[in-house]
């Protein structure tokens, strides 16, 4: 069965602090691994993975893909309160080729 | 562009009513899909179209019909709305399944139904 587990599930920091989120993948077929911010509202894109190795980075984030290990990390340095969200891993792939979405991991970013 | 939308926001139904929640994209994308979003469980996908006239089952189709008549248009019908279909349901377009162009997913804003 294709699955996507992301770690921690929450998670509270302080304005400042560097975090790092996990996201782990056995998918079929694997194609790209995306992460998405979601706030109050629609999931919003922030990066697409399909190659081992390569930083992909937008200001304090950061994104890196390790296809041998079957995993991706999100990095935010300097937090701020703004970044107070659910950050969701999905992986394309599986046998339609659809994304796969983890349970995301809500980080709190305290003042 | 208007990108994704969808109607209405919020729904209030009873058990064994149903209805249909709709979703228009504006940006020609031929991927369509419709998910859903419980505490703890992340999305999960209903039903999905890579074309006009082409749909297919997702991870949780059960009490859930598609049509696509247009490319437009990708509306999701609710045949006899029970409490377990609560939840926060969101569409998404994109230019293709497989993403040849390294376009992502656009989600609509969502609708939050109740079922009582």
């Known amino acids: 069965e294709d699955k996507v587990v992301q770690s921690p599930l929450s998670l509270v920091v302080h304005e400042g602090d560097t975090v790092t989120l996990n996201c782990s993948y056995e998918v079929t077929n694997f194609r790209s691994l995306l992460w998405y911010k979601q706030e109050k509202k629609a999931p919003t894109f922030l990066f697409m993975l399909?190659?081992?190795?390569i930083e992909k980075k937008s200001g304090r984030l950061s994104s890196i893909l390790d296809k041998k290990e079957l995993f991706s990390i999100l990095n935010i340095t300097a937090t701020q309160t703004g970044d107070s969200a659910v950050y969701l891993c999905?992986?394309?792939?599986?046998?339609?080729?659809?994304?796969?979405f983890g349970k995301g991991t809500k980080l709190s970013v305290k003042p | 562009n208007a990108g994704v939308t969808q109607t209405p926001k919020f729904q209030v139904l009873k058990t064994g009513q149903s209805m249909t929640l709709q979703c228009a994209q504006d940006m020609n994308h031929e991927y369509m899909s419709w998910y859903r979003q419980d505490p703890g469980m992340g999305l999960r996908l209903i039903h999905y179209?890579?074309?006009?006239?082409?749909?297919d089952q997702g991870e949780v189709p059960n009490g859930y019909n598609v049509s696509r008549s247009t490319t437009e248009d990708f509306p999701l019908r609710l045949l006899s709305a029970a409490p377990s279909q609560t939840s926060v349901y969101f569409c998404a377009s994109s230019y293709d399944r497989g993403g040849s162009r390294g376009e992502t997913q656009y989600f609509g804003p969502g609708t939050r139904l109740l079922v009582l």
């Open positions: 999905a992986a394309k792939g599986g046998s339609q080729g659809n994304l796969i």
């Open positions: 399909t190659s081992s190795g």
């Open positions: 179209s890579v074309g006009a006239g082409i749909t």
